[in-house]
Every structure is written in C-alpha cells, then in structure tokens.
C-alpha cells in the first residue's frame, strides 16, 4: 500500500524561505515521477512542480518558476521542495502526489501540508 | 493553450446517477484525462483516467459506481448510486510535455 507524508509546513514571512518534504513508500520510489500540488483556501488544485524518476528532468509552473527548486533523494524515498522569496498568495496546503508508471496523471497523494505566508 | 473547463456545481437525489462534465480546449480532442475526487477537508484520491476513445482505468477500490466516457472535448465522469459518502469537489487533470493543468473543480451536493 502506497504511503505519503508531506511535512515542513508552517507560518513564513513574506520574502522569507521554507522546506517541504514528502516521505513515501510502498512503492518503487525511483523509478515514479513525484509532484507537488498546492490549494489555496477555497480555492481549487493549482499544479506547482514536478521532477522525474531519476531526478535529472525538473518543471515548474511559471507561478513559482525562479522562487522554488523540486529535487529529491531516492536513497531515503524523499522529495523535496524549497521555497524562497514566499508571497502572501503562496499561502496554500501543499500536497505530494506521485505519477503512475507510464508517467501521465498522478495516481497517488498525500494529505497535504499547510503554508502560511503572514508577516 | 490546453484548459480544462468544470461547471462549479452538480446535484442529485441520493441513490441516484449524476455526470459530471470536463471540458478540453480547442484543439484536444485527443487527449486523456484522470478525475480525482476531494472529501471536505481532505486530500484529493484518484478515481481514473479516461482517454479520448472512453475507455478507462480506475485506481486501487475504487467502486464499479463510477466510471467514464468521452466525446469530442468532453470528459465525463458518470457516478451511479450515488450515497452521502460521494458529496465532494470533483478535479479533472490533463497534462502536456512539463505541465498538468486542473479544472477549477466541480462540487457535487448530494441532496
């Protein structure tokens, strides 16, 4: 069975930095694409990052292009994403999910973590 | 540019069937959805992934209640039987080369 925690969430200043992490198992950790998906309160599923099996190819939404870095560490079964530079409007639960194996849509989340972006 | 377009509401009677529509931009006719499903105030499971022919695959349990169909730029997810239990907001996902893009999501009220 499929397992995903996401953790690092909290209350950030705006201009300031922040470091999620999404520890998985129950799966073949390196050979799936992973993904962050945020939702800002009562708004809908926005997608943010995406990185691939290996790590060697990364994506970004133009919303967080040259703010956040996806990488991940598939010795530990971990992705990772570090925000820089927050905006109040980056205030949203941030979710993990995973790609199924022909790397399309993603077939697996987790149950999110919250960012507050607040001086 | 690839949208997809949700209505923001459905409603049916319980134990009734109910559609909910996904709506590609010009041009994608071709291309395959997945639909996820969110519970209030938790995080969204996937449900299928329906290409442009109609034929489907559905993720781990989830019940033969719900399935898909397509038609043009249409993606439809069909839920029969409907219980209280299936009272959610619905997300269609697409992707291209780098991105996914989400609907805006259609919350289903189960009267």
């Known amino acids: 069975e499929v397992h995903i925690l996401e953790s690092g969430g909290g209350l950030a200043q705006p201009g300031g930095s922040l470091r999620l992490s999404c520890a998985a198992s129950?799966?073949?950790?390196?050979?799936?694409?992973m993904s962050w998906v945020r939702q800002a309160p009562g708004k809908g599923l926005e997608w943010v990052s995406s990185i691939s099996g290996s790590g060697d190819k990364t994506y970004d939404a133009d919303s967080v292009k040259g703010r956040f870095t996806i990488s991940r560490d598939n010795s530990k079964n971990t992705m990772f994403l570090q925000m820089n530079s927050l905006r109040r409007e980056d205030t949203a639960v941030y979710y993990c999910?995973?790609?199924?194996?022909?790397?399309?849509?993603?077939?697996?989340w987790g149950q999110g973590t919250l960012v507050t972006v607040s001086s | 540019q690839l949208v997809l377009t949700q209505p923001p509401s459905a409603s049916a009677s319980l134990g009734a069937s109910v559609n909910l529509t996904c709506t590609l931009s010009s041009g994608y006719s071709s291309a395959a959805i997945a639909w996820h499903q969110q519970q209030p105030g938790k995080g969204p499971r996937y449900l299928i992934k329906?290409?442009?022919?109609?034929?489907?695959n559905k993720g781990d349990g989830i019940p033969d209640r719900f399935s898909g169909s397509s038609s043009g730029t249409e993606r439809y997810l069909t839920i029969s039987s409907l219980q209280s239990a299936d009272e959610a907001d619905y997300y269609c996902q697409t992707w291209d080369t780098g991105i996914q893009v989400f609907g805006g999501g259609t919350k289903l009220t189960v009267l």
């Open positions: 999910a995973t790609y199924d194996n022909s790397g399309s849509h993603f077939d697996s």
């Open positions: 129950g799966f073949t950790f390196r050979s799936h694409a």
């Open positions: 329906l290409n442009a022919d109609g034929s489907h």
